[in-house]
Protein backbone atom coordinates (compact mmCIF):
# COMPACT_ATOMS: atom_id res chain seq x y z
CA UNK A 1 0.00 0.00 0.00
CA UNK A 2 1.41 3.25 -1.16
CA UNK A 3 2.56 5.50 2.14
CA UNK A 4 -0.05 8.54 2.28
CA UNK A 5 1.81 12.04 2.10
CA UNK A 6 3.08 14.26 5.10
CA UNK A 7 1.25 16.53 6.07
CA UNK A 8 3.69 19.74 4.96
CA UNK A 9 3.41 17.26 1.35
CA UNK A 10 -0.38 17.77 1.33
CA UNK A 11 -0.38 21.45 1.83
CA UNK A 12 2.26 21.29 -1.20
CA UNK A 13 -0.69 19.38 -2.58
CA UNK A 14 -3.28 21.23 -1.64
CA UNK A 15 -2.24 24.39 -2.48
CA UNK A 16 -0.82 23.38 -6.51
CA UNK A 17 -2.14 25.67 -9.30
CA UNK A 18 -5.64 25.10 -9.64
CA UNK A 19 -4.79 25.56 -13.36
CA UNK A 20 -1.84 23.61 -14.04
CA UNK A 21 -1.21 21.79 -10.99
CA UNK A 22 2.30 23.42 -10.40
CA UNK A 23 3.69 23.05 -7.25
CA UNK A 24 5.72 25.49 -4.56
CA UNK A 25 7.22 24.13 -1.79
CA UNK A 26 10.95 23.05 -0.41
CA UNK A 27 13.35 20.85 -2.90
CA UNK A 28 12.84 18.21 -0.18
CA UNK A 29 9.10 17.98 -0.21
CA UNK A 30 8.82 18.11 -4.21
CA UNK A 31 11.92 15.53 -4.96
CA UNK A 32 9.42 13.20 -2.19
CA UNK A 33 6.59 13.87 -4.13
CA UNK A 34 8.17 12.81 -7.67
CA UNK A 35 9.15 9.99 -5.84
CA UNK A 36 6.01 8.88 -4.94
CA UNK A 37 4.43 9.31 -8.58
CA UNK A 38 2.62 12.41 -7.13
CA UNK A 39 4.57 14.98 -8.98
CA UNK A 40 6.99 15.34 -12.02
CA UNK A 41 9.91 18.00 -12.55
CA UNK A 42 9.25 19.49 -15.93
CA UNK A 43 12.08 19.03 -18.85
CA UNK A 44 12.27 22.42 -19.33
CA UNK A 45 13.63 25.70 -17.45
CA UNK A 46 12.38 26.91 -15.20
CA UNK A 47 12.16 23.25 -14.02
CA UNK A 48 8.82 23.63 -11.92
CA UNK A 49 7.11 20.53 -10.64
CA UNK A 50 3.41 20.09 -11.41
CA UNK A 51 1.17 17.04 -10.24
CA UNK A 52 0.80 14.06 -12.07
CA UNK A 53 -2.71 12.74 -12.02
CA UNK A 54 -2.24 10.66 -8.83
CA UNK A 55 -0.93 13.91 -7.44
CA UNK A 56 -4.34 15.53 -8.59
CA UNK A 57 -6.55 12.84 -7.06
CA UNK A 58 -5.37 13.30 -3.89
CA UNK A 59 -5.86 17.05 -4.17
CA UNK A 60 -9.47 16.11 -4.92
CA UNK A 61 -9.99 13.49 -1.68
CA UNK A 62 -11.04 14.91 1.15
CA UNK A 63 -9.60 15.52 4.09
CA UNK A 64 -11.01 13.05 6.04
CA UNK A 65 -9.97 10.36 3.25
CA UNK A 66 -6.49 10.91 3.30
CA UNK A 67 -4.65 10.64 6.56
CA UNK A 68 -1.56 12.07 6.67
CA UNK A 69 1.50 12.39 9.14
CA UNK A 70 2.55 15.25 11.31
CA UNK A 71 5.40 17.30 10.80
CA UNK A 72 6.02 21.00 10.62
CA UNK A 73 4.37 23.60 8.48
CA UNK A 74 5.70 24.51 4.69
CA UNK A 75 5.56 28.27 3.48
CA UNK A 76 3.09 28.75 0.31
CA UNK A 77 2.85 31.17 -2.47
CA UNK A 78 -0.31 32.51 -3.95
CA UNK A 79 -1.84 30.71 -6.49
CA UNK A 80 -2.00 31.38 -10.08
CA UNK A 81 -5.84 32.02 -12.04
CA UNK A 82 -5.83 33.03 -15.46
CA UNK A 83 -7.64 36.13 -16.69
CA UNK A 84 -10.95 35.64 -17.49
CA UNK A 85 -11.97 39.18 -18.54
CA UNK A 86 -13.80 42.04 -16.48
CA UNK A 87 -12.32 41.49 -12.84
CA UNK A 88 -12.56 44.03 -10.21
CA UNK A 89 -9.01 43.49 -9.10
CA UNK A 90 -6.94 42.07 -12.11
CA UNK A 91 -3.47 41.38 -11.59
CA UNK A 92 -0.76 43.94 -12.41
CA UNK A 93 0.45 43.05 -16.04
CA UNK A 94 4.22 42.94 -16.78
CA UNK A 95 7.18 40.74 -17.47
CA UNK A 96 6.54 38.88 -14.13
CA UNK A 97 2.77 37.82 -15.04
CA UNK A 98 3.46 37.22 -18.96
CA UNK A 99 6.30 34.35 -17.05
CA UNK A 100 3.28 33.34 -14.95
CA UNK A 101 0.64 32.58 -18.03
CA UNK A 102 3.41 31.04 -19.90
CA UNK A 103 4.59 28.63 -17.42
CA UNK A 104 0.98 27.85 -16.35
CA UNK A 105 0.11 27.19 -20.52
CA UNK A 106 2.57 24.85 -20.71
CA UNK A 107 2.09 22.94 -17.27
CA UNK A 108 -1.02 22.73 -19.18
CA UNK A 109 -0.30 21.42 -22.33
CA UNK A 110 2.30 18.70 -20.04
CA UNK A 111 -0.61 18.01 -18.48
CA UNK A 112 -2.17 16.93 -22.04
CA UNK A 113 0.59 14.45 -22.25
CA UNK A 114 0.40 13.03 -19.81
CA UNK A 115 -3.30 11.90 -19.60
CA UNK A 116 -3.77 11.72 -23.00
CA UNK A 117 -3.15 7.76 -24.13
CA UNK A 118 -1.45 9.09 -27.25
CA UNK A 119 0.63 11.81 -25.68
CA UNK A 120 -1.28 14.30 -27.69
CA UNK A 121 -0.64 18.02 -26.42
CA UNK A 122 -3.09 18.90 -29.47
CA UNK A 123 -6.81 18.36 -27.66
CA UNK A 124 -7.74 19.49 -23.99
CA UNK A 125 -7.66 16.91 -21.31
CA UNK A 126 -10.55 15.77 -18.15
CA UNK A 127 -9.00 18.76 -16.56
CA UNK A 128 -10.22 21.16 -18.78
CA UNK A 129 -13.22 19.88 -19.44
CA UNK A 130 -14.55 20.39 -15.85
CA UNK A 131 -12.68 24.15 -15.82
CA UNK A 132 -13.81 25.41 -18.71
CA UNK A 133 -13.74 29.27 -18.45
CA UNK A 134 -9.94 29.02 -16.56
CA UNK A 135 -9.12 26.72 -19.27
CA UNK A 136 -10.25 28.92 -22.13
CA UNK A 137 -8.62 32.16 -20.84
CA UNK A 138 -6.03 30.15 -20.17
CA UNK A 139 -5.44 29.71 -23.97
CA UNK A 140 -6.65 33.00 -24.93
CA UNK A 141 -3.94 34.92 -22.15
CA UNK A 142 -0.85 33.06 -23.35
CA UNK A 143 -2.07 33.69 -26.63
CA UNK A 144 -1.11 37.36 -26.20
CA UNK A 145 -5.02 38.12 -26.33
CA UNK A 146 -6.57 41.78 -23.86
CA UNK A 147 -8.83 40.72 -21.27
CA UNK A 148 -11.84 43.49 -20.16
CA UNK A 149 -10.90 45.22 -17.43
CA UNK A 150 -13.17 46.06 -15.17
CA UNK A 151 -15.75 48.78 -16.96
CA UNK A 152 -16.34 45.34 -19.19
CA UNK A 153 -15.24 47.27 -22.08
CA UNK A 154 -12.40 46.37 -24.77
CA UNK A 155 -11.38 42.94 -24.21
CA UNK A 156 -12.20 39.40 -24.28
CA UNK A 157 -14.65 37.87 -21.09
CA UNK A 158 -14.81 34.53 -20.60
CA UNK A 159 -18.21 33.19 -19.02
CA UNK A 160 -19.90 29.88 -18.09
CA UNK A 161 -23.12 28.99 -20.44
CA UNK A 162 -26.09 26.19 -19.29
CA UNK A 163 -24.66 24.44 -21.81
CA UNK A 164 -22.51 21.49 -21.00
CA UNK A 165 -18.84 21.54 -22.05
CA UNK A 166 -19.55 25.27 -23.77
CA UNK A 167 -18.43 28.67 -22.65
CA UNK A 168 -18.97 31.55 -23.68
CA UNK A 169 -16.66 34.56 -25.18
CA UNK A 170 -17.51 38.06 -25.42
CA UNK A 171 -15.62 40.27 -27.62
CA UNK A 172 -16.66 43.48 -28.53
CA UNK A 173 -14.55 43.53 -31.88
CA UNK A 174 -15.16 41.74 -34.41
CA UNK A 175 -11.64 41.32 -35.59
CA UNK A 176 -10.35 40.96 -32.38
CA UNK A 177 -13.39 38.25 -31.24
CA UNK A 178 -12.42 36.16 -34.76
CA UNK A 179 -8.71 35.72 -33.32
CA UNK A 180 -10.11 34.85 -30.17
CA UNK A 181 -11.68 31.79 -32.38
CA UNK A 182 -8.77 31.20 -33.84
CA UNK A 183 -6.41 30.86 -30.81
CA UNK A 184 -8.75 29.05 -29.62
CA UNK A 185 -9.33 26.56 -32.25
CA UNK A 186 -5.53 26.06 -32.43
CA UNK A 187 -5.41 25.33 -28.71
CA UNK A 188 -7.84 22.53 -29.41
CA UNK A 189 -11.22 24.12 -29.06
CA UNK A 190 -14.27 24.44 -31.32
CA UNK A 191 -15.59 27.82 -31.59
CA UNK A 192 -18.52 29.53 -33.55
CA UNK A 193 -19.99 32.80 -33.59
CA UNK A 194 -23.27 33.61 -32.46
CA UNK A 195 -25.54 36.59 -31.72
CA UNK A 196 -27.71 36.87 -28.89
CA UNK A 197 -31.22 36.80 -29.56
CA UNK A 198 -32.54 39.81 -27.29
CA UNK A 199 -29.40 42.14 -27.44
CA UNK A 200 -27.70 41.14 -31.00
CA UNK A 201 -24.51 40.68 -28.74
CA UNK A 202 -21.82 38.54 -31.14
CA UNK A 203 -20.10 36.11 -29.05
CA UNK A 204 -18.38 32.87 -29.68
CA UNK A 205 -19.80 29.33 -28.09
CA UNK A 206 -16.31 27.87 -27.86
CA UNK A 207 -16.24 23.68 -26.65
CA UNK A 208 -12.80 21.40 -26.06
CA UNK A 209 -12.58 18.88 -29.06
CA UNK A 210 -12.61 15.49 -28.19
CA UNK A 211 -10.87 13.88 -31.63
Known amino acids: MTQPPTAAQRRVIDTADPVTGRLR ?58 RVGGEQRPPESGPARAREVHSAWQGLLELRRMTHPDGSMER ?22 RPAGPEGADGYR ?27 ERAGWQAGEYAEPRTGTRYLLASPRRT
Open 25 to 82: GTEPQLAALVKRGLAFRHPRPPHDHFLTPAGHRIRETDDEQAPVEPEAPAATAGVFAA
Open 124 to 145: PCGWERTHLVQAAALALEAAGH
Open 158 to 184: VRATPQPEAVAVYEPAAEARRACAATL
